[in-house]
């Protein structure tokens, strides 16, 4: 009896129900008509009907809309030369390669494809393909055939048609595109018979009008953002250039990084490929440096990847690039007298040439300063950040560490780490963080006691660039110089302000350093003898020199959104 007097009473323990919170009267109960009200409009005019719009419209009941129709777009390629893209050339033809093309491109762009089929240099055949075409299409594309020769017939023909309202544009590639309307109100585009300029010249000029006629008007600007560089960009004196790139979104960063498609000839198909923006660089004199900023024009969809997959393609660009400019990067630079410091005679024997030819390894030390970062309440970006670039670059990582905002743990960092190079070199040493007006931000106090030289063309440079960024920058008290054989270089705590600082510097430091790896210490060596002190001293100030003048004649050319 007692059993199942305990039976029950658990059992009714178990059956009872805790409530902790009040209920109100209607919660998570969704009232009749609280979504979309009686006489609200759901849909307006102009809208693109997405899946979200077929949703709503059938939430409501609606099952048919107006719509725009997609406009039909015909594409004719012209010349004696051209062989359709499945035959084999003979001597002198080329396979049609912008029909093709193009009708792609008029698909992505939300037009509907009609092939026209391409056209010899016929006067008389071309007139009736071109009237025959336009009964049937909104809007006529060609390839070809406007230029200046005696064969180019298409832009006469459009005259007699109808309007030609440009016949020239001062664009590269692209020159000879024409636009024209014929009398009944259809849209002509004559594109250059080179590959890159006619898909150049469609994305800038027949996309926004294929956009407008599929009742899309709000789209008909291309989405413009900026990007950094990673090659240097050549200015036309004449006309402004659309330079095809590869745009990557950079994660890390927080930016994006236009990677360029190689040699921009308008011939050149293969500079299309992988094409999703177009790099504009406005005319003028000079050069836009590697890692400044552009205006990229999007014109495909935009590629996330993982940051080491993005520092493997910015790497393979670079080495592209230093493979392209060769020796010209020591261009004014002194590199005779230095190779004779190391110990070349000068007589050009072939031993000394082997010498000259040997690659010197570089090698470098990062010194993170924060003091949360020490205490591991915060996790440090931009020590790894760093020497991601500097092993990009050649660098090799000989020391790594973090230490607080403390001068005395600073310094002695610095003393060891420079003091250790004396018997394997150390070529550079960069800290990061401490650099600002707080009042733990005491690293150039900590640092500038410990240099033999200063270098201030090197902290202008980083000044000019950080300018670039935010007025804040002119907050930032770095300290730069020589300690020994080491360069030593103070850059902001944030990740990205040191990536940029750094970025910066790297057109002229490798140079710098090795630079400074040939000069004797002056402070290695307390027996030195005065002469020595003297020429030890004259050679630093010349390894100094070269830093601050190579570095500050790249460092006008560096422009950051």
Known sequence: EDATDNDQQQQQQQERVRVTQASEAGRNIRQVGSDIA???????????????EVGVLAAVGVTQVRVYRRPRVGVMSTGDELVDASEKPKYGQVRDSNGPMLLAAIREAGGEPVKIPSMTDDELGLR????????????????????????????????????????????????????????????AFALPGNPASALVTFHLFAVPAIRKLAGNPGSCRRTIVQARTVRPLKRDSVRPEFHRATLYWDASWR???????????????????AANALMFVPRGSGTIEANGTVDAYLIGDVEHVSSDELAAVVAREQEAVAASSGASSHRGCDCTAHEAKEGDDGRGSSENKNKKKKKIPLNAAVL???????????????????????ESKGFVIRHRDVVPDDALQIQDRIRKWCNDGEVEPLHLLLTTGGTGFAARDITPEATRPLLDKEAPGLVVAMMMKSLSVTPHAMLSRSAAGLRG????VNLPGSVKGAVENLEALLPALPHGVKLAAAVPSSSASSSSSSSSSSSSSSSSSSALSALSASTSSHHHHDHHH
């Open 38 to 52: 009686a006489g609200s409009v759901v849909l307006r005019r102009g809208q693109r009907v997405g899946p979200g």
């Open 255 to 273: 930016d994006f990084v236009a990677i360029s498609t190689g040699f921009q000839r308008s011939s050149r198909v293969l500079s299309m490929r």
């Open 128 to 187: 009736q393909r071109m009237v025959d075409a336009l009964k049937d299409v909104d809007v006529v594309i060609t390839s070809g055939g406007v230029s200046m020769g005696s064969r180019d017939l298409v832009k006469p023909l459009l005259e007699e048609l109808g309007t030609v309202h440009f016949g020239r544009v001062r664009l590269k590639p692209g020159k000879p595109t024409t636009f024209a309307t014929t009398k009944d109100g259809k849209l």
């Open 485 to 488: 054989r080491t360069v030593i």
């Open 368 to 390: 993170t300063v924060s003091d949360r970062a020490s205490k591991g309440v915060y996790e440090d970006l931009s020590g790894p950040a760093l020497i991601k670039l500097l």
